[in-house]
Structure formats: structure tokens, C-alpha cells
């Protein structure tokens, strides 16, 4: 699985040297969701700033390489793969403000990817969910670099269902209403359990 390169943080990390292996960072506490507690460094003191605040929210501190280009995440509902969902937002990454807050953040689906490039992106997602165990559903998000080479930058056991929710957004794409979508989820959890 592709994985942008990261380093776990602590509170005597060599900020300058984390910044000599990846360059520019996002920073993150590892049991968050929503980007809560994530910010970017360029630099060995704003790594240290980034880091501190990330603590804030738990001891498990990670610094993840940056990846130049759009995001992307990719629903899965059982063995299907739902269509891809291209992220853009004018902030500087797709922060708790451009998920909760914003109406200027865009959600592309059809996600403009070629059809062959979708499949290559839905079978990584579908790989990474399958290697952590994963089943039923969940969502998986992705990064997709100036090469045009996919990242998998993490699982998503538990995605949101509201009506501004990525999973929903993506079903209906495939012609699944909520409803549909919730029905769905109940019989491949009891198929699990039989």
C-alpha cells in the first residue's frame, strides 16, 4: 500500500531533523478525527508549535510527509466500491473549517478522473480496508501526487452519516438513498455475523 513517508512525535523530537527528511509536514494526534488538532510546518519551529497543539489532543503525535494534490475519498460499502469524491477547498488542506463550516468547500462526483484511474484508486482503497481487518463499510481517503501516483492517508471505520456526510454523498451517487444506504450497512453487519 502507498503511504506518504511520517515519524511518530514526543516532546524531545529533532524538529530540524523530521523537516530535513520530509521537508513540508502535517502534523496530527493519531486518534483524532475531523482534522481536529492538525496543522502544516514548513520550518523546525513551526513543527514544534504544530506539534504542541496536536498534544493538546492526545500523546500519539504523528508528522505525515505532505503530498502535493487533490484529495480524494472513496466510500466502501461491503465488496462495492462507491464512486470517488474529489475534495477542494481554498484553505490550506481539508480542515474541520472546510468540513463543518465553510460553503465554499467542493465535492466533485463525478471525482474528473479518468475511469481507469478511479478503478486503480477504488482497488487501493479497497486493499487498504481489507489489510486493517475492515468489513462492512467505511471510507477511506486518499492523496494523489504531481506524478499521478495515489496515497492512502487513512481508514475511516466510523465515517459520518449526517446529511452533509461523505459515505451518503457517495451512495447516492450510486443510486443508494440514505435509507437505502442504512439498509445496506444492517445486512452486510448481520451477513458478518452468521
Request: a negative charge; proline letters at 4%; one cysteine or more.
Amino acid at each position: 500500500l502507498s503511504t506518504g513517508g511520517f515519524v511518530q512525535l514526543a516532546p524531545d523530537s529533532d524538529w530540524q531533523q523530521v523537516i530535513d527528511r520530509f521537508g513540508k509536514v502535517f502534523v496530527k494526534p493519531a486518534l483524532e478525527g475531523s482534522s481536529i488538532g492538525m496543522g502544516s510546518a514548513a520550518d523546525a519551529a513551526a513543527l514544534q508549535l504544530a506539534y504542541r497543539e496536536a498534544s493538546r489532543y492526545g500523546s500519539t503525535v504523528l508528522a505525515e510527509q505532505f503530498i502535493d494534490g487533490p484529495e480524494y475519498t472513496v466510500a466502501i460499502l461491503g465488496d462495492q466500491v462507491l464512486p470517488a469524491i474529489r475534495l477542494e477547498t481554498d484553505n490550506e488542506f481539508y480542515d474541520y473549517q472546510a468540513k463543518y463550516l465553510s460553503d465554499d468547500t467542493r465535492y466533485l462526483c463525478p471525482c474528473g478522473l479518468t475511469a481507469a484511474e478511479e478503478r486503480e484508486m477504488g482497488e487501493l482503497a479497497l486493499r487498504a480496508f481489507r489489510s486493517l481487518g475492515c468489513a462492512v463499510w467505511g471510507r477511506v481517503d486518499i492523496m494523489r501526487d504531481g506524478a499521478g501516483r495515489f496515497y492512502v492517508l487513512e481508514v475511516n471505520t466510523i465515517p459520518g452519516m449526517t446529511s452533509h456526510s461523505l459515505v451518503p454523498m457517495a451512495a447516492a451517487a450510486a443510486g443508494l438513498d440514505i435509507h437505502s444506504l442504512v439498509q445496506r450497512i444492517l445486512e452486510h453487519s448481520l451477513e458478518g455475523e452468521r
